[in-house]
């Protein structure tokens, strides 16, 4: 297997509730990512786990929670999201979190923020 | 701090001219630096790494550190290369470590 799955594929939710993306891939990684890339813009990236434990964040707010189960598995948990935060959330790994690693990157999910 | 410039939004040639995508780089230690593709309606993914020193689908990147620059090229472009493409920059250490920043992209298209 050497994909990274997210799912859901889309999701549409309100400011109030909570909803939770996920990330998984079975290539035996250790670093994972999550980015956010708004329509016709690069991805941002928000998040890096490394070794299941988190390393980067990029100032993100709390509404944003992430959460690294295992090696395997990424969760994102949204909380009280506003319109803005209308994106497609990327995830993304690579065998090791050092520089020269390529990232293989998930189809992503598409959020929407009523 | 890192940071990939784009300079292009948008580029056009016909098939079987020569194309070359602008990137240049700020970053003041050792970076990595990378192409990434992404084609309509499939994700995105790795072009090639400057590590590397390989052509992929006929394109190649040479760093020069001296201008700062990693610039994309190929010289007979192909209908199938139109895509969104990013340069990407990784930090070799200290706060960089395992952080790509991205360029703005520049969509290339390739005309028949």
């Known amino acids: 297997d050497t994909e990274v799955t997210q799912t859901p594929k889309h999701l549409v939710m309100g400011m109030t509730n909570k909803k939770s993306l996920k990330c998984e891939q079975h290539?035996?990684?250790?670093?994972m990512y999550w980015y956010k890339q708004k329509a016709k813009k690069p991805p941002e990236l928000m998040f890096v786990?490394?070794?299941?434990?988190?390393?980067i964040n990029e100032s993100v707010p709390s509404r944003f929670s992430p959460e690294c189960p295992n090696s395997s598995l990424l969760n994102l948990h949204l909380h009280a999201l506003q319109p803005e935060d209308s994106a497609l959330y990327l995830c993304a790994s690579s065998s090791q979190p050092s520089g020269a690693n390529v990232l293989t990157f998930g189809a992503g999910s598409r959020l929407t923020v009523l | 701090a890192q940071r990939v410039t784009q300079p292009e939004k948008l580029l056009s040639v016909f098939k079987g001219a020569p194309v070359e995508l602008k990137c240049n780089y700020s970053y003041s230690g050792s970076p990595e630096l990378f192409w990434y593709v992404q084609y309509s309606r499939q994700r995105l993914q790795l072009l090639l790494r400057h590590i590397s020193r390989e052509s992929i689908k006929g394109f190649t990147a040479d760093l020069n550190k001296g201008e700062t620059s990693f610039h994309l090229k190929k010289p007979f472009a192909q209908e199938e290369d139109s895509a969104m493409y990013y340069c990407a920059l990784s930090g070799s250490g200290g706060t960089s470590y395992g952080k790509l920043t991205f360029g703005q992209g520049t969509i290339l298209t390739v005309h028949p």
């Open positions: 290539m035996g990684h250790r670093a």
């Open positions: 786990y490394s070794y299941e434990k988190l390393s």
